[in-house]
């Protein structure tokens, strides 16, 4: 395998933007933060990738128009996944591996508050038996909420503590929709929301866009000094059907730690959008207490559709070029309850080195 | 490592109907991955990762619909992704599942695209109004007209030439045991008086909407070896180009089936046109002739292929070669 490293990462995220939902306003100015952390322009970049989805923006073709951001004349090598950022990357990655191209900017954009994100996600069910009864993401991920509960795997304590430490993280991060910790008690005395979950155990309607920009070898290296080189990439996903699965594990997301090469993460960027998914996804990535869990303040605190799955692959890989860490996990998920996830490990060192 | 060669080694589509209301999407799709399977000698158990390409998801109404078909198409603990790039998308789809075999990261991997477009309305799905756009509400036709006129101008093609692609491609699909359309009657003369849609564009000249799916197996080059087909093909990168020329070789027959260069012998999106899935039947059609496994529509000795696909705005361009025998770079 070659040896490909993230050497970019652009964020925007925001409560609502007021802009059209194909983002291309929100796009451009990202794709220049690139060129400038790279040194690029567009010519340098091999292969382009986007995620994002047409029920969100409420028309068919949504990603045609976001092309414009990047100027597709001459044409370009690109492609498109109905999928977060982080899938985006990943056939990016792919697209690296095969040896066609060495270079690929990703981005994704999605603006939630367009519509009711709640109900606009009970869409992506099952259509004959599930979505005429419109169960919406947020009862969704109380009955898992629940289920941990009455199997005694945790309590409402420990997800007032993910809160409270997702909150407190945030107030670092210039891009977070809400943030302010204060304590484990103070956010138990606040009112149920989706019983058992309250606001604070559910992530922000988020509009956003992010990219990423990937390259092997010694384009990384001409790049920075300390490309976050990928280790492992993994992804799979569980079958959907909520009444035969058991919603307090995530299959897919241990089988996709198993398929990573976890040794020495020292700090992880999990996209758990509830604040118990956040306890399911450690105890199935086996990550310790040792290691640092979403240092951004996470999705609880801007969870911007169909990019923060890259965003946390974005933060994760920030932390190794800045020295704080050498190995870091970043994690997306797609789905109702976890149904779909991805493992990203990256490290200061590459294979070859 | 180095690129690995990817070889198709197992096709299958499903018959292409205006409404299969015998199936639901589930059934559509695993009717052309059966097929696909059993061509390839191969159980769902033995596939590494499902890689599933659609056009928009408002055709059948369902958010990210592969989601709720992980377990139908034996995605469940597998890797499944999904591939949108508009009307191109399944050419775009069976680059991305062969990527994954060329990348060296798997070695069987099953790829399918369909649309089931009598779950919704195609029509309607592509007018859903856009602010700061003029409102067209004339689907495809009325975005592409402009594209064909634009072409008779600049390279100066006859009128009938468009009748000529459509009386041939719907003969054609005659010999295509899956084609959706089955006109006998057709010929350029009863093309061109059939009722003018989008001005140069008559309602002959244009594809039906179509349910339908098709399903491709790809694998590495030891996986294919040991095929039970005796001669899987091998993708090629290639590039493909003929400009103002090209409907002189329509004129002069030889895109027909006994001409130079055959084109769209399974009678082509003209004949079947589930949209999400066409471009992966154009690949899945030009994989067929190389391995001689076309039936009817076969051209004796094809050897070397192309799939081709657009979408968008005539902007999206996916393409790939197949060969008979194994590419030497």
């Given amino acids: ?353 | 490592m180095g690129k690995q060669p990817a070889a198709v080694i197992g096709v299958g589509q499903t018959h292409h109907r205006a409404k299969r209301e015998d199936v639901s999407m589930a059934g559509l799709c695993r009717e052309a991955m059966d097929r696909a399977l059993e061509d390839a000698g191969m159980t769902l158990d033995e596939i590494d990762a499902i890689v599933v390409g659609k056009a928009p998801d408002l055709f059948e109404g369902v958010m990210m619909p592969e989601l709720f078909l992980a377990e139908a198409l034996g995605a469940a603990g597998k890797p499944l992704l999904r591939v949108h790039t508009a009307g191109s998308v399944g050419g775009s789809t069976a680059i991305v599942a062969s990527s994954l075999v060329q990348a060296g990261v798997h070695r069987k991997v099953l790829t399918v695209a369909y649309e089931k477009q009598s779950e919704s309305n195609a029509m309607w799905a592509l007018s859903v109004p856009i602010p700061f756009n003029m409102p067209v509400h004339a689907g495809a036709g009325g975005y592409f007209a402009p594209h064909v006129r634009s072409y008779i101008r600049r390279s100066g093609a006859p009128n009938h030439v468009g009748a000529i692609v459509a009386a041939k491609d719907r003969q054609n699909a005659l010999k295509n045991p899956y084609a959706h359309l089955k006109n006998p009657d057709t010929t350029v003369e009863s093309v061109l008086a059939s009722q003018m849609l989008w001005d140069p564009i008559r309602y002959d000249e244009t594809c039906p909407s179509s349910d339908g799916a098709c399903a491709l197996v790809l694998a590495s080059e030891d996986v294919a070896a040991a095929s039970p087909n005796p001669e899987p093909m091998w993708l090629e990168s290639l590039g493909f180009a003929a400009e103002g020329d090209g409907w002189k070789l329509t004129e002069s027959g030889a895109t027909a089936m006994d001409g130079k260069l055959p084109v769209n012998c399974s009678g082509g999106v003209l004949s079947s046109n589930p949209i999400g899935a066409s471009g992966m039947l154009r690949f899945g059609e030009a994989a067929l002739q190389v391995r001689g496994a076309a039936g009817e529509h076969q051209v004796d000795g094809a050897r070397r292929a192309l799939g081709h696909a657009y979408g968008g705005g005539s902007q999206f361009f996916a393409m790939w070669v197949v060969g008979s025998e194994k590419p030497t770079n």
């Fill in chain 1, 1 to 353: 395998m070659r040896d490909i490293a993230v050497v970019g990462f652009a964020q925007r995220q925001m409560a609502e933007f007021d802009g059209s939902p194909t983002c291309v306003e929100l796009l451009v100015p990202l794709f220049a933060e690139c060129y400038e952390q790279t040194g690029w322009t567009r010519r340098d970049v091999g292969f382009w990738c986007s995620g994002s989805s047409d029920y969100l923006a409420g028309r068919s073709f949504s990603f045609v128009q976001a092309v414009d951001a990047i100027g597709v004349i001459p044409p370009v090598n690109e492609s498109h996944v109905e999928m977060d950022l982080a899938w985006a990357m990943y056939e990016a990655w792919i697209k690296i591996q095969t040896g066609e191209v060495d270079t690929a900017l990703v981005y994704a954009f999605g603006k939630s508050s367009a519509g009711v994100l709640r109900r606009t996600l009970a869409l992506q069910l099952e259509p004959y038996t599930m979505t005429p009864i419109w169960p919406d993401t947020v009862s969704l991920a109380g009955l898992q909420a629940r289920a941990g509960i009455d199997a005694g795997l945790w309590d409402e304590q420990a997800m007032a503590e993910v809160a409270n430490r997702s909150l407190t993280d945030a107030e670092r991060n210039d891009y977070a929709v809400r943030k302010g910790g204060s304590s484990v008690a103070e956010l138990l005395a606040r009112p149920m929301y989706a019983d058992p979950l309250r606001k604070h155990d559910c992530a922000p309607v988020t509009d956003g866009a992010a990219a990423l920009v990937l390259a092997a070898g010694d384009r990384a290296r001409e790049v920075t000094e300390r490309p976050a080189w990928i280790r492992s990439l993994a992804h799979y996903v569980d079958p959907m059907s909520m009444g035969t699965r058991d919603l307090t594990r995530s299959p897919s997301a241990r089988r996709a730690g198993e398929a990573s090469d976890l040794g020495g993460v020292e700090v992880a960027e999990l996209h758990a959008p509830f604040s118990h998914q956040e306890l399911i996804l450690r105890s199935e990535l086996g990550l310790g207490d040792d290691v640092r869990i979403n240092p951004s303040g996470g999705a609880l605190t801007s969870n911007p559709m169909f990019s923060a799955g890259g965003i946390r692959i974005g933060e994760a890989a920030r932390r190794i070029w800045s020295g704080e860490a050498s190995t870091a996990l970043g994690h997306a998920t797609s789905g109702p309850a976890l149904q779909q996830n991805l493992v990203c490990v990256m490290a200061s060192e590459g294979q070859d080195a």
